[in-house]
């Protein structure tokens, strides 16, 4: 039997291995093959074959019959559509998905915005702005993706507003990661949320928080940095260990030094390079003990430490 006889076959498992076969010749005069399954074949092993193969064609046709393949009626066809289109990588093919980021159809708009964050699209902005007052979380979330990638300094207000405002927790925790992108005067204006975030009923959240401040290393932050040193969970104290070495403010050094006793290895070793890294000799003693720390990690981030303090 022929590709073309078994790819109209009655049996929908021999026109899903047709389309594998298809696949394998990697042909462009097969794409409408794909298309034509994807949006037509009334089984949906088929369909999500033909979504999972279209992965591979940045063509206008392929992003149209992913596009439309969102609104399937099975859920899994839906699923694999969307993963496809996130390999897209031409922006021109971004470009024919910006009406869907807007789509009445909240798993339609998430999918949509979540393929179009990495291709950077400039015309994107504008509906992931608008979408940040979805009623749906993950709709939120992704346009905080796509805005965050595309360094939209002028969304960071919105962004503060949802850190601190936003009923979903993973909403919050992306916006907060999201603030990192503001530079010069405009770190000032998003303090307020990163230190409201700092004390975010959410775990992640505050963990998010202390990361972005130790990206952007604002020196009025300290305060609020040393208080997430005594937070309940370390992976929040070990960011906040991160955040006030890159201050190199010395009145950090009680939290700092405390730090070393922890029981968990990783927030020692964080703790013994910020140590490092504000290099004041005040820091020695505490730093010299961790050097005979059970943990290798810990022991060499304290003789790497204490040799900077030194110089």
Known sequence: MTLSARLSSDDPSIRRIALLEL????????????????????????RDEAARRLASWDTPEAVDALAHALLDTD???????????????????????LPWARHADAGVQAAALRALRELRLPAAAA??????????????????????????????????????????AEVRRAATGALGLAEGDRIAAVLPALEAALADPVWPVREEAAGTLAKLVPPAALVALQAAMRDDFWQVRL?????LGRLRNPAALPELTEALTHPMANLRKEAAIALGEV???AGLPALEAAA?????????AARLAIGRVGR
Do not use: C, H, I, Y
């Open 23 to 46: 696949a394998d010749e990697e042909d462009e005069a097969g794409l409408p093959a794909f298309v034509a399954a994807l949006s037509g074949d009334p089984a949906a092993v088929v």
């Open 75 to 97: 859920p899994a066809v839906r699923a694999t559509a969307a993963q496809s289109l996130t390999e897209l990588k031409d922006p021109r093919s971004g470009e024919r998905l």
């Open 127 to 168: 509906p992931a702005a608008a979408a940040l007052g979805s009623p749906d979380a993950v709709v939120r979330r992704e346009a905080v993706g796509v805005l965050g990638w595309l360094k939209q300094v002028d969304a960071l207000p919105a962004l503060g507003r949802l850190a601190t405002g936003d009923p979903d």
């Open 239 to 243: 960011r906040a260990a991160r955040a």
């Open 279 to 281: 290099g004041d000799p």
């Open 292 to 300: 005979a720390d059970p943990d290798p990690e810990v022991r060499k």
